[in-house]
Structures are given as C-alpha cells and as structure tokens.
C-alpha cells in the first residue's frame, strides 16, 4: 500500500482491518467535502511497516477534537499504540484530543514497526473538525546498511531513509519534507496528477449526466407504453358492459307484427294493457295455443 489517502477510520469502510505500509495518510471523514467526523465511533486499525528493520513514525498534521469534559477526559479522542493489542502498556504518548497544526509538527515513533489508531466518539456533539495524520516506515542508515536506491529507498535530508514510492505525492514524509521537494520535479507531476484528476472527474460528470437522461427517457417510454395498456382495458371492459341493443332484422319484425295481429288475437288495441294469447306459426295446421300471456304495453 502507497501513501495514497486511507479515508476514514469508520465502521462503513476499513474499521478493524490490517495494513502493511510503506507509509498511509489517516483522515476522520471518508469521501466528503466537508471535513467533519460521526458520533458513536469505536474504530480501530493497525499498520505494520513491510522491512522489518523500520520504523513507523506518527505525524499529525491537524487534530481537532475539542469535546474535552472538564479539561480532562477526552470524550472524543484519537490513541495510537505500539502493537496490535490495545493496552496501557503499549500505548503511546500523543496528543488525544484538543487542537493541533501542522505548524506544531507534533510526532511520535512506533520503535516496534507496529501502529494500532484507535478512534472513538460518544453521542454528543461534533465538536471539531476530526484530524489528518501521516504514517511513514522510515529507517536510520548506517555504513553497513546505507539507503539503497537500488533496492527502491530514498535517502532524505535529514538522513533518514523511506521508500521512494512516497515521493511527490503530496504528502510530507520526510521531517524536511525533502521528499516533496519541487527540485524533485514535485510541481509538475503533482499538477500532472490533478490535471488527471480534473479530467477523470469531468468525464465521470458526464456519464453521470448520459445515464440520468437515459433513465428519463427509459421512464418516460415505458410511461407511455402503460397509458396505452390502460386506455385499450378502459375501452374494452366499457364496450363490454355498455353495449347498445341490437336492432332487430325485417324478417324478426315482419313476424313479431304477424303474432301481434293474427286472426285468432284480432288486432292490436290502443287500450294501456292487453292480453293476448300468442300461437306459433309452426303450428298453424293443428292450431295449438300456448298458455302464457303477454302483456302489451
């Protein structure tokens, strides 16, 4: 792992895993603008240098935490410890809680190669703004075992060795910062990469907009492919329950008027009830009667 930002010792995203590090940027907000950490926070991570002969140096850069009761207990805080178990023993001697800047250059070294962070917050109120640390696997050279820059080290200012995967990218690991120096080309390639970053979040910007129209239109299509669905069962299920009576044909009528005014039933009177006996036509020869009345209106 590069010294490419670790964002945010949180539940949701790295709380209780395990690294091996060249050198790691620690930060309290994951993947927001807006610097500022969570309530009910209880996160821990550890770190562990890749050569057995390092070092891990602590480096806060800023820490703001300032929700202290009565100037002594930390209510939020943020501890570091000189091995993979939290105990007293192995705790190291840094700043909890309060406020600190990078002007201050506050550190603190690990002699095991080993960091545990822990951060924990109760449920009142963020006060403060969280914190950004810098962890770096340095080493002491020596005439036996010098900075070997064939072996991918860095030989810093200050006499001090680090992997030169960390330079130039905009993080200090280096005391003097030397690993960061524009006489290194530092400038160039930092504006390199953000002119990268600028191009790549430009591009996911518009293919974020493409699927956001695309989706409009995918809604509105099938929208449309529902309101005809709707308007053909309405128009169905009507025509069904609301049809109109069928006419009947001259044949149907010529016989209704012939039952009507038979010779047997006489012709039809003008009074508001009669009762007529009806006979089939089929029937005639034998002159068979049926026995049900109508009523004529």
Request: proline residues 4%; glycine residues 6%.
């Amino acid at each position: 792992m590069t010294s490419a930002p670790i964002d945010g010792i949180k539940r949701s995203n790295v709380c209780g895993d395990g690294y091996r590090i060249e050198g790691a940027l620690l930060k309290s907000y994951p993947y927001a603008k807006s610097e500022s950490y969570l309530p009910y926070e209880d996160c821990y991570m550890t770190f562990k240098s890749r050569r057995q002969d390092n070092q891990i140096r602590i480096r806060i850069l800023s820490l703001d935490l300032n929700d202290i009761h009565g100037g002594v207990n930390c209510l939020d805080s943020l501890r570091f410890y000189k091995s993979a178990y939290v105990n007293r023993l192995d705790k190291l001697n840094t700043v909890e809680c309060g406020q600190l800047t990078e002007k201050e250059r506050f550190t603190v070294i690990s002699p095991t190669g080993i960091v545990t962070a822990h951060f924990s917050t109760d449920g009142g109120n963020v006060s403060g703004n969280g914190f950004r640390v810098v962890l770096t696997a340095f080493r002491s050279p020596n005439k036996t075992h010098p900075c070997d820059e064939n072996n991918e080290e860095f030989l810093c200012s200050n006499q001090e060795c680090i992997s030169n995967i960390l330079l130039c990218d905009g993080v200090p690991h280096c005391l003097d910062e030397s690993d960061e120096s524009p006489h290194r080309s530092c400038t160039s390639s930092n504006a390199e990469s953000s002119n990268s970053g600028s191009i790549e979040s430009n591009n996911r910007t518009r293919t974020s907009k493409r699927q956001h129209w695309r989706g409009i239109l995918i809604a509105a299509f099938l929208l449309i492919i529902l309101s005809v669905f709707i308007f053909f069962l309405v128009y169905f299920v009507c025509r069904r329950f609301f049809r109109s009576p069928v006419p009947l044909m001259k044949s149907e009528r010529k016989n209704y008027a012939t039952i009507l005014n038979s010779p047997k039933t006489g012709p039809k009177t003008t009074t508001a009830t009669t009762t007529t006996q009806v006979i089939l036509e089929n029937n005639k020869s034998t002159g068979k009667r049926l026995d049900d009345d109508y009523s004529l209106l």
